[in-house]
């Protein structure tokens, strides 16, 4: 044999593999996804897995496993499932424990808000007479008359793509055939149908989060949302925060590639299975409107998000992008004369996905009500808005709510500690855990118990400093 | 042995081929040009040749042959080579006849006319000061109100490819680094480049016309010409004249894709050989400036002229057409994020060659002179303006030049009639040949002075038609 067979307990799913490839990569290979705050780095020892057979195949303990674990967890075969891979032929067997596991549900169904329909894509339907001798005009600017005659539509251009589909279109056109104009914002055209194809107007919204993905294919003359896809963000496996990734954007030049390739390619396939679901092409979606954290929005761009790393934070770019769906490389499976849209930021940590937010809550058109949105995620924002303004803030919420950064800190998972008391007297400390069993970390809610009881106690202070008692 | 050994004369050039390839092909391999009108369909009959061993070997007389051979020239080997093809493996010795033989010479100077340097790409050289915390900004706004501050110049917009650029730039930019945009039209910023690159500034203006395709590639800080390169245009060999070009196009779904991959391979090579002269990458070039007749801006866009072969002529697009040279395919080797700027063209056979030396020629300013512009070429436009006004006519002079469509017509080569006369009185015709041989046809200028003289002697009316005497 050429290669190691491994075998990941309790799911029973074995792989082969050449020696060098990362246990951690060789799971995702079969859908089985360990934790990785760090991005495989061997930074966060969140992906703690226990080798039941063939320890002698593996690397010996790095520095970070040495650090992360102690010499009782080594001496059991607990590892560090991205700092290991196998190094000769054998059968290894690993057991992957629930605290390892990202258990990643999402959400993609919330309130639905009263919006008119106004898409920033419309179909017109013509009839292209034929050009009459004695004037000198072209047949697109015959094109552009007709739409001023019929739809009191004036001033708009022709796209290139669609002046050559006009020509191939015209060169067999019947008499009293009619074509339907695909036209952008009143003022690009930027396709050519033959026939009246104005039923079918379809475009997709796409909320790209640190996390997850979810796309949500709408009927756009309906302004009904027809199937809905999502998944977890493929670029997870590069850095789980938003941090990790700007640091793995920056450290090799092609990485920055590597993580617009990844984001893209998981869109292109929640834009397959939306169509799928509802029965249309790829090529019937003219439009694409993107969402996301300023950071994911670099990202999916193929921005470096260098600058969003370092004081004061500025992203390369605020206002939104509109783009050729053509001129966007790697290609986005919708139509190729179709439009990108990236909706504008507010600033490095406030991004698109917190404006759209504000728009479905009509934060833009002052009323005398005061609004207060909490978008909580990896990164959690919060915004405040009456008559006289908007107030935005951001913070990250990773640490919270996955243990980052945390010596201890898990998710709300079973044996996780939620509740600490802290008595200001005795200072004897209280503790709850999940399912009321040994504890074996610490989550957000019993993190901000913790911190507020020793406050209470007046054994930390106000710098987040321990008061010397 | 596999192939056939086809030697033509006078060259001594020998080209190995397999059966089926036709013999107007293989000597446009070895760069022996033979003439074809009709773009190799047997129907002009004037890519004679003479077979001088190997008659065997070849394919029978076709209709199309007999007739435009003589049972005579046939008996002596004389054969069209755009109908014939080695159909064995043998050897073929072929005989192309100075008649032949296209003898092209692209003129590619004239006179200077002065004019002021105002080009549509200009850079511009910033210092892109470190961002200052409390306000929430983007590294492109920064910029743009740098160019407000600095060059005054205001209301630019930023690309995507620029934007890409700049993120990368800035990640690893040194403190009081200069940056230089490329900026078009004083609107939208097309590239950044590092440190202060303003002395290089590249354009190049391309001329295709149907037989032949220049380049000028232009110093845009000078306004000089640096280096100049031409070729006639490969499209030929799907026909000579626009309308056997446009035949063509409409004959087959792909044919309309190789006429442009053809033209624009052909610039390509132009591209790179004026650079090579002028010691420039192809990188250096931002601008790319088109002028050609309609059916040739058409063809170079991809776009199908059909419209262009039936009354009343249409052009599918007049009106001058801006493109990212990222976005034209086949890829024209300039800077991809450069411009193409294909000429506005005035009707459908009036193109912007035209609109071109209109403007070179300042019919656009009027002033007290009255101006005759004649541009003689396979099509002929002549351009009559004053200050009142301009008038343009166009008409296909091929046949005066080329002798298309007339059966004995020739190009004004040896053996050609170029004179004629014809007694009013006696009707006796006499005439006189180029090099005052035996005469093998007869030339532009022996057609117009042979149907004047017809016209003269009362034998051909205004219609065109004889006289019955």
Known sequence: ??????????????????????????????????????????????????????????????????????????????????????????????????????????????????????????????????????????????????????????????????????????????????????????????????GDTSDNLYGVAVDIGTTKVACFLMDLNEGRVLSVSSSSNPQGIFGEDVMSRVAFAMKGKNNLVRLQESVVECINRLLDDCCEKAGLSNEDIYDCCVVGNTCMLHLFLGISPKSLAFSPYWPVIRGGVNLKAGEFRPALRINPNGTIYVMPSIAGFVGGDNVAVQLACNCFVPDKSVKLILDIGTNTEIVLADKKGIAVCSCASGPAFEGMHIKCGIRAVSGAIDMVSIDPKTKEVRYHTIGEGKPIGICGSGLIDAIAGLINAGLLNKNGTFNVI
Do not use: H
């Open 1 to 194: 044999m050429n290669g190691s067979k491994i075998t990941f307990l309790p799911y029973q799913k074995s792989i082969w593999a050449p020696p060098g490839i990362k246990i951690i990569e060789l799971a995702r290979m079969l859908n089985i996804n360990i934790v990785s705050s760090c991005g495989g780095r061997g930074k966060c020892g969140k992906c703690k897995v226990l080798v039941e057979k063939g320890r002698e195949g593996l690397n010996p303990p790095s520095e970070s496993e040495r650090k992360f674990l102690s010499p009782e967890e080594i001496k059991e075969g607990w590892r560090l499932a991205c700092t290991i891979s196998p190094q000769a032929a054998t059968e290894i067997v690993i057991k992957v424990p629930e605290i390892s596991l990202k258990d990643l549900k999402i959400q993609t169904r919330g309130a639905d808000l009263s919006v008119g329909i106004n898409p920033v894509i419309k179909k017109y339907v013509l009839e292209l007479s034929s050009p009459l001798l004695g004037n000198n005009l072209s047949l697109e600017e015959l094109l552009r008359r007709r739409l001023e005659e019929v739809y009191g539509l004036y001033g708009t251009r022709m796209g290139y793509e669609a002046l050559k589909q006009l020509s191939m279109i015209w060169a067999d056109l019947q008499p009293n055939e009619l074509i339907t104009l695909i036209i952008w914002d009143g003022k690009e055209i930027l396709s050519v149908e033959r």
